[in-house]
């Protein structure tokens, strides 16, 4: 890294105001300036293609019993270093990531005037040589550095406290960081929420975010929504030019998650921090970072998609062998329980208290799904059709009334009800090759896990489990604490490294939404954390649209159990009244394996309905978890997606095209294939008359001979979707099949 | 138990108020009446010796997002019943127990009119077919059952919520128990604080009780006063006509400490609960009861200390293997840090983050008291004394910066500092038959402690530990929770009962005060919770009266870790500049050792302070901790105390007698000894021109033949007090010595 220090030139300028600070990107599209206006304020600004994407900006903190560090600021000292290298994932949509950018770190200070606050923390009661009496001094000097890295594809920035004497610990009661946007851009959001990411996306101008309509949403199991015009990021956008453009946040450790205040007049945005249970944001011991803030941009939707940028500005992995951490399909004890086939709950008794219970004197309500005959069908199921993992929900006593009632002690997770044999199913899956998936679900209670964590984990490797579906549905105990605040965002992070000294991997249901950690944890394999193919099974469900704008918006973030494969797309099947249906067609929920990527990916409808229809369950056999390459081919948030992924070492192609609503033809060039080679493309298409709302299970299988000269077109019906594999072709394959 | 169940006799009588339902005490010396009042008020009203000493007071709830339980009850049932026995406890001040009351129970029913309210939680996004559906009913009909226990020194009673469907999950947003006295009486008070019992006692009348003088107690280490007429329990009072009343609390559990409200117009008492970090008191699920509130009543001062009231309304201990639970004495690497000698810190940095921190690499201060090098000596010195264990503070890395940051993670609880080896100490203790006692200060971050729990007492086990101290001086984190809230009263417990799952007995510093718990879970040997000996090192510390309203009030709840017996009782000994000392003589000091109960004494003084004075230090020797018998000779709250303890299974006996700033002549009738022995007593008095203020540390040290007709009068010093030890006389002592 190259450090070009400027300290006694900025030094002679630093009372200046208005000096402008200006770097590029590697390639030059991108322009990035700071500079502080006459008040001393930090401000930046960034272009693209010599455009304003980002108008000039403010930048800074109001500090709890502190002069607020907005303004008054000189510059300290300037850095200006690059960076281009290379490094590896443990897993993920390609096999080499290219992290090249060009750095500007400024670091200012500011000296104010503190006025004496009464605390409540008084003297301590016990000698110690090292107490801090820095609260009595009048003046408080204390500094800053805003480091910013320019990409080829977008901006990152963060803010760093380095340690110094008069900031040592300190509580942000709220982060003014703006993004002044340039115009009323259409925007793909959801309200911002201190609770939940589980939203529809709303799609407006975006003047007309009103997240007031969050409290229609009451499918979903508990909102705290905070101010009308608040979204949540990951946030999309497409300028009236043409000009996409995703604002998220990357690295969010020990720190609230970020919310965007619109402006609706001006089309500026603020930062907003998710609370704690007294209000702070975020309390901070210098030297301290906050996560990097991300503005990705592009005139070409498919390099939003392709953006490594998050992935980039979070840490390399923290786990040193990760031989153990394996990307994997599963099946669940799961869907049964959505379409209500079967219950999570052993009794129907609501009242039970979990330490005073007798578990074994409860009355079966003979519809409890994690019994072992039934687990023992999914094992069989998992075996023979090469499924790594069968999770079971609902195997652990407490789920009788373990809903909405913010109660702190709801599971112990290591006592089974009594129809689960827990021995018996290891020595079984382990027979069968196939292995349990264990599941956490909290109901909120995060302080009663933290206490039960290490109990429940050698637990799991006790009984032959190497992963947890963990679930956070419920008001978070300790009370007052919300799934996005500081104490969960550290919580989340906390299982997460326990378990990986347990070689346990995660997978975290409505945790806060991910800021490329996987990077740091690769253990860490995929979150839910949005609205996923559940809510399709008892809700208004996720329009077709829904799986078009995901990538964009919760996907920048990191991988989505988003639970694909629903195979019995209307919900009357098994229910003559119900209404519910999952908004795409069969094909469509093939195409999600590949356009919604995760390591971990289930096929979440039931074993009876897949051996119904085995032709177009092969792509789910043959789909793969973990990849070489990706590339993304076409894109357009909220209408439609189309991306081909390599297989890890091997020479095998999946293609995944979804739409929204719309019908419309998808052109799938395959000159990303082997030159001179013959490849055998099996195409799962939308039959002819399908379309998501009367025919949506409709399809077609066909297989050709194809090469890097091919362009597939292949229709997706209203709601559908297409998968194409494409494997190396057999010498019987050049004879029996034919040319596309 | 005899039970006479009035059902069908009291539904005819329900709807008529002011029917009354009146019961004995056994010895008929209290009378305990319930009634309710026109508009359906719980009203219950207590007599001592046919004079009213709780006029008619009202009791009852209000709850969150409910109508108030409070008002509208009719009579549903009415129980009477009565129990007689004895137990043992597993230590204690006596041998046997009696628990013997008259009991009524009185289940009432309310049908109120609920307003739909909206609530935060929705729907599920899960199918339960258990969910509750109370929610929209438009009246409810909820029960509530009151239960008092009528014993010969007092009145327990409590508020069950028995199971039923109406109320099930629900929120006690406040408790409204009245204790309407019957005058303005003396009282024995500390302001009530969420979060501390480390003020001075104040006596005053009840109406002059004003909280605020907390505001000034700046010596404190984390203060929550928040209302100025409220005050502590166990408050302790004293009628104009010789009445001694106390009023507390029994088995706190799964509820929040309860204060005193004080109208000072009607001398009316009414509870407040210790709130949550969102401002709420208790979350309940039915079966659900409160702790007992407890007021015990004498014509004899004597009587409030020997009543065992508050350990008969505990549970019975759940532990069921008790032989490793051992009453012991202590010295620790502590007061040398309290008198600014060593510190807990090893290095004088200040800016520590305990994750990422090189504690290897720190510059060491050269005071560190934990060094392996001092607890040897420790070890050697409570080796040759005969002392238990060797308590070690500030043994593991966190110390630089531990105190009034608010910082979740301060200490690991496992990780030594480099100059404390903990195998070489194990190995060493275990050599000269010492056991040494854990430290794990927590800084109030119980979140911290819980995650790490497991750990840390499995680190203690593999090290030789059987004992620890914890600390919680600090702001709590789940921020916004208080010492005395629900959360924190569950989170003693919990570290209560992993530490009986590893063996390990506790004596907690900062927490809840003591209600009695010590007989369900009796490896919680001790707690400190009030203003002890340490703040005379470093604070105007307590008054020479401190130890005699301790009894009184903080003892009542159970045993305290005072850590007397501190030979060089002026702090200008450490340094010429310091003015503060301990406020009693040397030889009261020997004496707190049997008026301040705890089957955990420490040895609080330094090893080389107790060689000067090996003379007097054998009193600390002899001094039992566990007893088969006690007699309170003489005691005023205020002003003076004489208890004689019989030691557990051996013809020994102890006496200890105190006053407070006024000199007194202590009368101490050897009546208890048995008849036809003669013993030596060893008498341990303040010398003739002893005082607390110039000449604390003279004392006179005799041994006389005594038996049962012996009647001891020793001159108490103002700030004095004498300790006598009393043992069968050999055929040596009986040529030696003389009579009394």
Known sequence: MKKITLILFLLMLSAVSGFTQTIQSPSGNFSLSFKLSEAGEP???????????????????????????????????????????????????????????????????????????????????????SNDASAKVPKVTRKITIRFRLFDDGLGFRYEFPEQSELKYFTVAEEKTEFNLTGDHKTFWIPGDYDTNEYAYNTTKLSEIDASIGKKATEIAVRALFADHAAQTPLMMKSGDGLYINIHEAALVNYPAMYLMV?????????????????????????????????????????ILASKTILNLNEPTKIKDTSWIKPQKMIGVWWEMHVGKATWNYSDTNNVILTNTDWKSLKPNGKHGANTANVKRYVDFASKNGIDGVLVEGWNVGWEDWFGNWKEEVFDFVTPYPDFDVKELQNYAAQKKVKLIMHHETSGSASNYERRLDEAFRFMKANGYDAVKTGYVGKIVPRGEYHDGQMMVNHYIHVTETAADYKIMIDAHEPVRPTGLQRTF???????????????????????????????????GGPMDYTPGIFEVKMNRYDANKKEQVHTTLAKQLALYVTMYSPLQMAADLPENYEKRSDAFQFIRDVAVDWDDTRILEAEPGDYLTIARKAKSKDEWFVGAI???????????????????????????DAKDSNWQNNPTAYEIKSYLVNNQTALKIALANGGGAAVSIKAASGDDLKKLKNY
Chains 1, 2 share one sequence.
């Open 522 to 556: 690769p253990n860490w394999l995929a979150s839910e954390a949005a609205r996923g193919n559940e809510f399709n099974a008892w809700s208004v469900g996720n329009p077709p649209e829904h799986e078009t704008i995901l990538p964009f918006t919760r996907l920048m």
């Open 43 to 129: 401000v930046y600004q960034l272009s693209y293609k010599s455009k304003a994407v980002i108008k000039e900006s403010k930048m800074g903190f109001e500090i709890k019993n502190q002069p607020a560090l907005l303004k008054g600021f000189i510059i300290l000292e300037t850095n200006n270093s690059e960076k281009n290298e290379t490094w590896n994932p443990v897993w993920g949509e390609v096999k080499t990531i290219r992290n090249q950018y060009k750095e500007l770190a400024v670091t200012l200070q500011q000296i104010a005037t503190i006025e004496p606050t009464s605390t409540t923390v008084a003297n301590t009661d016990v000698f110690n040589s």
């Open 263 to 303: 402006n609706r007049q001006t089309f500026g945005l603020t930062t907003h921090l998710a609370p704690n249970a007294v209000g702070n944001a975020a309390f901070l011991q210098t030297p301290a970072k906050t996560p990097w803030r991300t503005i990705i941009i592009s005139d070409k939707a498919t390099d």
């Open 659 to 685: 739409t929204d609503e719309n019908s419309r033809m998808a052109n799938i060039s395959l000159d990303f294939l082997m030159p001179n080679s013959q490849y055998v493309a099996t195409i799962y298409a």
